[in-house]
């Protein structure tokens, strides 16, 4: 099972968190030293879709998409 990194923003959600400011340079970043996997202490790869769609809909570039 693909575990996903989901955006909350009213940090209402129950279970493990993660802060990232939300630029490109910071989630990039995140994802390339794998804070994401160890902040949320899991074991596999973290699907970042829907965060990088979130910011992509705030007009920013990650991970070259546009």
Not at 6 to 28: F, K, L, Q, Y
Request: proline share 5%; with cysteine.
């Amino acid at each position: 099972m693909d575990s996903a990194v989901i955006p909350d923003e009213r940090a209402s959600m129950p279970g493990r968190g993660a802060w990232v400011h939300e630029t490109s340079e910071c989630v990039n970043a995140a994802v390339r030293r794998r804070a994401f996997v160890r902040a949320l202490r899991v074991s596999g790869p973290l699907n970042t879709q829907t965060i990088e769609k979130r910011l992509n809909g705030y007009g920013q570039e990650v991970n070259g998409s546009k």
